[in-house]
């Protein structure tokens, strides 16, 4: 039997959603494996009480959330965080570099608190046991697609540990930093191909920080080419906030 | 004027019989036997007529198992070369590969190639005593020695078997020892870290067992697989009885992507353990850094 | 009837409720709840480097994530005072197009189309009607392949910067990409028979339409701001003077109001104002579509996204012609980091989105300000839903829900850019 | 061997001709940088370039590569053919002319890699001569001169090229495809003029004497830890190495599922799971350890069965590695036993 698959979204751009929309070519084939039971974004209809694989975009904000996320994990036999959102927390968590209470009056002025029930910015992974990840921002649809046959065949999550500059020289591109430029490359997680590079733009550290990264190092090689140190910190926070950057 | 390499064999310029090394042939799964709740004993058959009879192999050595759309790994073949037409594998379940298979049915085909490595020297063994020492799954490829020593039983003196395993229920091949306990021509001691109350059996390390084995240092070959820890204080035991360090055989397990000595992590000091091993004798073990 | 309250209105961006209140037999209030939970955008990016805006801000909604980062990259370039080259426009135009053939598509075949033939998603279509399925995903793939080319990427495109752009697609491509937008042209047009061939009711809107306009073409890019009823033009500098937000109750997504009216952007605002702008293609579609401009029926907003995919493909095709006739380069210029204060502003294809900023001298940013389209439009969508309900209260229970539905799918609405 | 001058406006005829037969590759601008490219105007070829970002491999063991199709259902390979074009490699320095002849000792000997072998033997190699730049040190490996691996080598004596020619092929191709004459005892003296010239331009000494002893003297040396606490794990030297050919093999499934490819792709020993098996055993956990791996596979662990280092000067790595780590440095390392 096909399994069930539900793909539900917490706080997020749905830009990996859309991903999913924009793998025109496989999407027919894609479906025709599964049995999509809820997709809010493409189709009317509830969430079902049973499903076999839920696929998750967004990070954690809200109380909701934290709920729905329980009881996806009691019902779903796989977990699949699919984007940096959901991985890392995102750019959503970047709202933890202040009080949410100042961000409030910020945004609405007169510190009214327009939606009770917030909390601090999360990855899925600290509130429930995720078994695929699939990051990036976006989700790049053949990584998608790679994920998701592992998760059909009950495989490994399969998440890439290395950093990007490897794919970067594969791709033969010059090096940012020798011109002084901050990368991120040389301590994000691979699997994009260095996509950012080879198109002329520095990495920005999309896929978050690689598990094996050696930040210390690479505070002393920013120093080295001329990029102040201190902004490996901050321009990893974009994606990382809350993966504690202490580099 | 393109050459295209065609099949498994290169046209134009590349002789006719260059095979595909990469390329598995297709095995038939004859037979599956749970060994525990983690391994399983597969018994295979090639399924190409020529291919099966061109596989020939040593004790000791090992094939690539392919599951195709989930991948490849080196398993160290089992049954004894001296049975015809089929080989045994016993896997346990460990991850993708080994788990797809573990799902595998008989009748299903999975993907073989090799043999590859070198395995234990047999013919040099013959003649003399052999102390077999085995840690978990490393019984696997001894129990293909074991199995070819016992068809040539009479060239060898005293075998002894030392087999020590986690728990009872771990143990492996326990229908062959239980038969092979009661022989007279083979010694074999099992021991389990963690007895429950069905074990009768020796309790402790597998190191333990040596306290109650002699040893003819002169003319004993030692020959040992098990997990990474287990090598170091095996083989001082064998050094305590004064057996010679080049007839100490060692089994590694390293991570392999070809079996063939190119995709490079089998790495062990200088050398490959896919080609240079999987089996080296002690003297060169000790030469290779990071080796035990 | 009874109250009622529909959650997470499905085939919308975002998170949004429909709640109904129904007092004697009549509806006393109906709203739209915009539940999606706060973002916090404009304060985050503040305190960030000038160059991050366009990536931080482009998060706020991954559907027209081109169009969030060109008009972010406008503000800051406007804050900075860099000029940028017109092969750079010319890009930027093409980037924005993208995402109106890829949003056109998906709205008007994924969310709004299931409704007309009755059917609870675009899935089962794909059997009944392969030949429309393929049609989208047509139009939509060549939306995000236009993306691919110009932006890198089209979810987040990563070559459009502060300045220009860090490559340039592969002129070959480009000429190969003109051929592929004049072979959708058909479909377009078909996209527009389709839709003018569905009933939809009756029904004006009482709110003030804006959007952007030009002299010199269909404005998407720049222009100023145009308001259809008041007849007034204003600088996109004055954006905050002209637009006022407030703070309403029910939604995380502020309202706003022009001159104390409910406001309208989008595509039907668009084509109102600047249907003398249409290409020649897109001037048949228009006459094929039926419309009689202005027309102040929010359901016609599928028809005229319909009749702007027509106009885009043939526009498209000529900004490439022009692009590989031109020479020039879109190489990022260079410029001085200095304070300012700067804004910007593109049509989305939901309607025009403005991103204003303050940057000190350091290049770190001070303040920031977005008001989207869904915002733009969500008091008069209240307001829509208000005057079309009691027309027809009378209907079944079901039957109200989807026409309701089916307006709130009109605006095309973003529920997760309205709260950013 | 066979010599030949040819004039270097008359170059370009060369390339030209060859481009009839073969697809040429060679040395083009990309930025600042230089990358191995298809040729398709003679005039974009840049014989001055100094190092190519990646090496003449890719040309024959792709950085990613399908090495089979395969049908799930009954595990059967449907496709294992390899395409391997006629191609020149137009351009390249003595040390990546010597670096393909260490690449073939692993891919070739008991088991053939099909796929490396088809394309190597359908490629011919046009050496060039060069100018040391300051991260170059194959003198110290004796790779700096080739004296086989090539079709033609040209070396550059002024206003012509002193071609070496070393295959019938080669030989062929300058006659059809370019004027040439014979040398004369004045291109002789100009030849060693110049290789001397090249000899003097070295900026790097390196100290190789007893290096495989040192690496097995020095293993528990703390200059490791110092390197694997400067070295970031990103694998950027394996990947411009030309001498680097470890690889990972997966398999990837088309959407439906039901059929796949074998994929190999370039892997690095500097990444943290390359020697990880099953149950979390890592024997290269630490940074450290797979540095030094790096080093001691290079100089030892090749050389015990090759008889050469696996090495060949190019400093790509130099260039490539973010960190300052680089065969200079630890060699030096090594021979002082402190890393400066
Ligand atoms: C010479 C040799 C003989 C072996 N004999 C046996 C045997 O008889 N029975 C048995 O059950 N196991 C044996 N193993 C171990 C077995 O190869 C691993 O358990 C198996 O590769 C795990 O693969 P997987 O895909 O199931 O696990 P995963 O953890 O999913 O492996 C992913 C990848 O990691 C690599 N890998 C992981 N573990 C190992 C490992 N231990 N060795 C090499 N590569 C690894 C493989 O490349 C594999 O594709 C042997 C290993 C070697 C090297
Ligand atoms: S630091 Fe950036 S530019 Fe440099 S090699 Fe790494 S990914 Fe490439
Ligand atoms: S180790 Fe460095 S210098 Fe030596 S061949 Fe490789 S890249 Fe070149
Ligand atoms: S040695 Fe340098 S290039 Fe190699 S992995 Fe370490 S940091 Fe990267």
């Known amino acids: 039997m096909a399994p069930r698959v539900v793909v539900v979204s917490l706080a997020s751009d749905f830009g990996c959603q859309v991903q999913l929309t924009n793998m025109e070519d496989d999407l027919l084939d894609v479906l025709g494996l599964m049995d999509l039971t809820y997709w809010q974004l493409a189709s009317s209809g509830h969430m079902p009480d049973a499903y076999d694989v839920a696929i998750i975009e967004g990070a954690v904000t809200t109380t909701e959330h934290v709920e729905l996320l329980k009881d996806v994990r009691s019902k779903a036999a796989a977990v699949v965080a699919i984007g940096t959102c959901a991985v890392t927390g995102g750019i959503p968590a970047l709202a933890n570099t202040a009080g949410l209470e100042t961000r409030y009056a910020t945004v609405y002025g007169g510190g009214v608190a327009v939606a009770p029930g917030r909390i601090a910015p999360a990855p899925i992974d600290s509130i429930i046991d ?106 990893l926070l974009v994606y990382n906030t809350a993966a504690e950057v202490t580099a | 004027m393109d050459t295209i390499m065609r099949g498994t064999h290169v046209s134009g310029a590349v002789p006719e ?78 991850g993708d590969v080994t788990g797809a298979l573990h799902r595998k049915q008989c009748g299903d085909i999975v993907g073989l190639r090799g043999p590859f490595g070198r395995g234990f020297p047999f013919e040099e063994m013959k003649g003399h005593d052999v102390l077999l020492v085995a840690g978990g799954l490393g019984i696997a490829p001894l129990k293909s020695l074991i199995n070819h020593i016992h068809d040539d039983r009479h060239d060898f003196g005293k075998v002894t078997i030392l087999y ?115 089996v080296f004798n002690y003297w060169e073990a000790m030469n290779l850094q990071e080796a035990i | ?33 915009v539940v999606e939970p706060a973002r916090f955008f404009e304060s985050m990016v503040v305190g960030r480097r000038f160059d991050e805006a366009p990536l931080i801000t482009s998060r706020i909604c991954g559907i027209c994530s081109p169009n969030h980062a060109v008009t972010s990259i406008k503000a800051i370039e406007s804050a900075l005072g860099v000029e940028v080259s017109e092969r750079t426009k010319l890009l930027r135009k093409l980037l924005v197009y993208g995402s109106y053939l890829q949003n056109h598509a998906t709205h008007l075949y994924v969310f709004a189309a ?14 009944t009607h392969p030949d429309i399925v393929a049609r989208a995903l047509k139009i939509k793939k060549l939306g995000n392949e236009l993306c691919n080319l110009v932006g890198g990427r089209s979810v987040h495109p990563v070559t459009a910067v502060i300045g220009g752009f860090t490559a340039e697609p592969d002129p070959r491509k480009l000429e190969a990409f003109r051929e592929m937008l004049l072979d959708i042209a058909p479909d377009a047009v078909s996209t527009v028979e389709l839709f003018a061939s569905f009933e939809v009711p009756a029904f004006d809107t009482a709110g003030e339409m804006l959007a952007l306009s030009s002299t010199d073409d269909y404005a998407i890019y720049e222009g100023e701001i145009a308001a259809l009823d008041a007849g007034w033009r204003r600088p996109v500098s004055d954006y905050r003077e002209v637009i006022t937000e407030s703070i309403v109750g029910h939604s995380n997504a502020k309202h706003t109001m022009v001159a104390g009216m409910p406001i309208i952007v989008g595509a039907l605002p668009r084509l109102n104002i600047n249907a003398g702008s249409l290409s020649a293609a897109g001037r048949d579609a228009l006459a094929k579509a039926g419309l009689t401009m202005p027309s102040r029926n929010p359901f016609h907003t599928h028809l005229a996204q319909a009749v702007e995919l027509v106009d885009a493909a043939e ?80 209907r079944p229970r079901d039957e109200f829900i989807l026409l309701i539905e089916q307006l709130v799918r009109a605006y095309d609405p973003c529920m997760s850019c309205a709260v950013h | 061997m066979f010599f030949r001058v040819i004039a270097k406006d008359r170059l370009p005829d060369l390339v030209r001709g060859l481009s009839t037969e073969f697809e040429v590759v060679g040395p083009v601008a990309k930025g600042e940088k230089f990358v191995l490219a298809p040729i398709e105007d003679p005039a974009s070829l840049r014989l001055d370039y100094d190092t190519t970002v990646l090496p003449p491999k890719k040309w024959f063991f792709p950085p990613e590569e399908t090495i089979m199709r395969f049908r799930v259902a009954d595990n059967e390979v449907v496709d294992d053919e390899v395409y391997a074009p006629p191609r020149v490699l137009f351009g390249l320095h003595p040390c990546d002319v010597n670096s393909l002849l260490l690449m073939d000792n692993v891919f070739f000997g008991k088991y053939v890699d099909p796929y490396y072998r088809a394309r190597r033997e359908n490629t011919l190699i046009v050496g060039v001569s060069c100018t040391p730049s300051d991260t170059c040190f194959c003198n110290a490996w004796g790779t700096d001169e080739t004296h086989w691996g090539f079709d033609i080598f040209l070396s550059d004596i002024g206003d012509s090229y002193f071609a070496s020619i070393r295959s019938v092929k080669g030989a062929e ?136 280092v696996l090495c060949v000067g190019c400093g790509r790595c130099a260039r490539a590695c973010k960190a300052n780590i680089n065969p200079v440095r630890v060699v030096e390392a090594l021979q002082t036993g402190v890393v400066d």
């Open chain 1, 130 to 235: 995720v078994d695929y990840h699939v990051p990036g921002c976006p989700i790049d649809t053949a990584e998608f697609l790679r994920g998701l046959s592992r998760v059909l065949q009950g495989l490994s999550d399969h998440m890439p540990d290395q950093m990007m500059c490897a794919s970067c020289k594969v791709s033969e591109n010059a090096c940012f930093l020798e011109v002084g430029t901050v990368c991120l490359g040389l301590v994000t997680r691979a699997g994009c191909k260095a996509k950012c590079p080879s198109l002329g733009r520095p990495c920005t550290g999309c896929r978050g920080i690689a598990p094996d990264a050696n930040l210390a190092s690479a505070r002393e090689v920013f120093a080295r080419y001329g990029c102040d140190p201190a902004s490996l910190a901050s321009s």
């Open chain 2, 17 to 94: 019989s260059t095979v595909n090394p990469y390329r598995p042939w297709p095995a038939r799964i004859t037979s599956i036997m749970d060994l525990t709740p983690q391994e399983k004993l597969f018994e295979l058959r090639l399924i190409d007529s020529d291919a099966r009879e061109a596989f020939d192999f040593s004790a000791g050595q090992f094939v690539e198992l392919s599951v195709f759309g989930v991948g490849e790994a080196p398993i160290s073949i089992s049954s004894a070369p001296s049975k015809q037409g089929f080989i045994e594998l016993c896997v346990r379940n460990a």
């Open chain 2, 164 to 278: 020590g395993a986690k728990k009872p229920d771990e143990v492996l091949f326990r229908y062959q020892f239980d038969m092979w306990q009661h022989r007279d021509d083979f010694d074999l001691m099992l021991t389990v870290d963690q007895p429950d109350d069905t074990w009768e059996g020796e309790v402790g390390l597998v190191t333990r067992l040596f306290d109650k084995i002699d040893v003819d240092p002169e003319n004993t070959y030692g020959a040992i697989c098990g997990p990474p820890v287990m090598y170091k204080y095996v083989i001082a035991e064998m050094r305590k009885k004064a057996m010679d360090v080049d007839r100490i055989y060692v089994s590694f397990e390293r991570r392999m992507k070809c079996g063939i000595g190119k995709c490079g992590h089998c790495g062990v000091g200088h050398q490959y353990a896919c080609v240079d091993g999987p």
């Open chain 3, 1 to 33: 009837m009874a109250d009622l309250t529909v959650e997470h209105v499905a085939r919308i961006e975002g998170h949004g409720n429909i709640s109904v209140s129904v007092e004697n037999g009549v509806v006393s209030s109906i709203r739209m709840d």
């Open chain 3, 114 to 127: 299931p409704d007309f033939v009755g059917l609870p998603s675009v899935f089962p279509l794909a059997a």
């Open chain 3, 315 to 394: 526009r498209c095709a000529g900004y490439i012609g022009r692009l590989l006739e031109m020479g020039g380069s879109s190489a990022p210029v260079p410029f001085k980091i200095q304070a300012g204060e700067g804004a910007g502003a593109t049509e989305a294809p939901r309607g025009t989105l403005y991103h204003g900023y303050g940057i000190d001298d350091d290049g770190f940013i001070t303040r920031g300000d977005v008001i989207t389209p869904t915002a733009q439009n969500l008091a008069n969508l209240d307001a829509d839903m208000r005057a079309f309900a009691p027309t027809i209260a009378d």
């Open chain 4, 173 to 308: 191709l300058v006659d059809r495809h370019v004027e040439s004459r014979d040398i004369t005892d004045e291109d002789t003296r100009l030849f060693q003029e110049r290789t001397a010239a090249f000899k003097a331009a070295f900026s790097n000494d390196v100290d190789t004497s007893q290096l495989p002893l040192l690496l097995d003297a020095k293993f528990d040396s703390p200059i490791w830890e110092a390197f694997g606490e400067k070295c970031l794990a990103c694998g950027a030297c394996s990947m411009v190495c030309p001498t680097c050919y470890c690889f990972d093999v997966h398999d990837e499934l088309e959407a439906d599922q039901q059929h796949g490819r074998r994929v190999r792709t370039w892997d690095s020993c500097q990444f943290k799971e390359f020697a990880a098996v099953a149950h979390g055993q890592n024997f290269r956990d630490t940074r450290a350890s797979r540095v030094k791996y790096r080093y001691y596979h290079k100089q030892w662990g090749y050389l015990s069965k090759f008889e050469r």
